[in-house]
């Protein structure tokens, strides 16, 4: 299994930066793409800003220019770097990865991963 931890959450005033962080561990064999998602109370899970293993990024429209997702290959670690930021930002931020690892115990086994985190929390006041 793969298991990921966040890292980085808290409170900011709006206009302020959090850099939120996240480590993924277990029988990796490869990572395709990780990415981030927030929920906001009553509303659904959205992807934020997801980064795939060649490089290629993409965000929702609401945070480009302000948020910027990168990663770290060899830590198997994902960043979202967020700036200027607003109340309507505020949420649990979820990491979350897909790839392959090794399911094997006596042999090698690949099977495929879509992990998620346990969530962190992001509150900006106006």
């Known amino acids: 299994q793969v298991q990921l931890v966040e890292s980085g959450g808290g409170s900011v005033q709006a206009g302020g930066s959090l850099r939120l962080s996240c480590a993924a561990s277990g029988s990796i064999v490869s990572i395709n793409a990780m990415g981030w998602y927030r929920q906001a109370p009553g509303k659904q899970r959205e992807l934020v800003a997801r980064?795939?293993?060649?490089?290629?990024?993409n965000y929702i429209d609401s945070v480009k220019g302000r948020f910027t997702i990168s990663g770290d290959a060899v830590k198997n670690t994902v960043y979202l770097q967020m700036n200027s930021l607003k109340p309507e930002d505020t949420a649990v931020y979820y990491c979350?990865?897909?790839?392959?690892?090794?399911?094997?115990?006596?042999?090698?086994?690949?099977?495929?991963?879509?992990?998620w985190g346990q969530g962190t929390q992001v509150s900006v006041s106006s």
């Open positions: 979350k990865a897909e790839g392959t690892y090794n399911s094997g115990r006596s042999y090698p086994r690949i099977a495929n991963f879509d992990s």
């Open positions: 980064i795939t293993s060649g490089g290629s990024t």
